[in-house]
């Protein structure tokens, strides 16, 4: 499974990107898709997940704030970021997971300038 992560940037505070993750290759089992965050020496934490279904998962941190939704048809997920916060500005990775295996984007920066 290959990940092409796409969106990013800068942007100022109380603005908004996207981000957009398209899934290919064998990707005959996606269930989950999403995003995670890292900071420099920090843990990746969790920002939002949505399942096949529809059921999604958002850090406190960015509800009401964050949208994620997925077009199964073409493996892509999206994440919508609205009020942008300082605080929210990482590196963002594309999670997917496929016949219960996690893969991994390369990473998008955000940065969201005060």
């Given at each position: 499974?290959?990940?092409?992560?796409?969106?990013?940037?800068?942007?100022?505070?109380?603005?908004?990107?996207?981000?957009?993750?398209?899934?290919?290759g064998?990707?005959?089992?996606?269930?989950?898709?999403?995003?995670?965050?890292?900071?420099?020496?920090?843990?990746?934490?969790?920002?939002?997940?949505?399942?096949?279904?529809?059921?999604?998962?958002?850090?406190?941190?960015?509800?009401?704030?964050?949208?994620?939704?997925?077009?199964?048809?073409?493996?892509?997920?999206?994440?919508?970021?609205?009020?942008?916060?300082?605080?929210?500005?990482?590196?963002?990775?594309?999670?997917?997971?496929?016949?219960n295996?996690?893969?991994?984007?390369?990473?998008t920066?955000?940065?969201?300038?005060?």
């Open positions: 499974v290959q990940l092409v992560e796409s969106g990013g940037g800068l942007v100022q505070a109380g603005g908004s990107l996207s981000l957009s993750c398209e899934a290919s064998s990707t005959f089992d996606i269930n989950t898709m999403g995003w995670y965050r890292q900071d420099p020496g920090k843990q990746r934490e969790l920002v939002a997940l949505i399942r096949r279904g529809g059921q999604t998962n958002y850090a406190d941190s960015v509800k009401g704030r964050f949208t994620i939704a997925r077009d199964n048809a073409k493996n892509t997920a999206y994440l919508q970021m609205n009020s942008l916060k300082a605080e929210d500005t990482s590196v963002y990775y594309c999670v997917v997971v496929n016949f295996v996690e893969y991994w984007g390369k990473g920066l955000v940065t969201v300038s005060s």
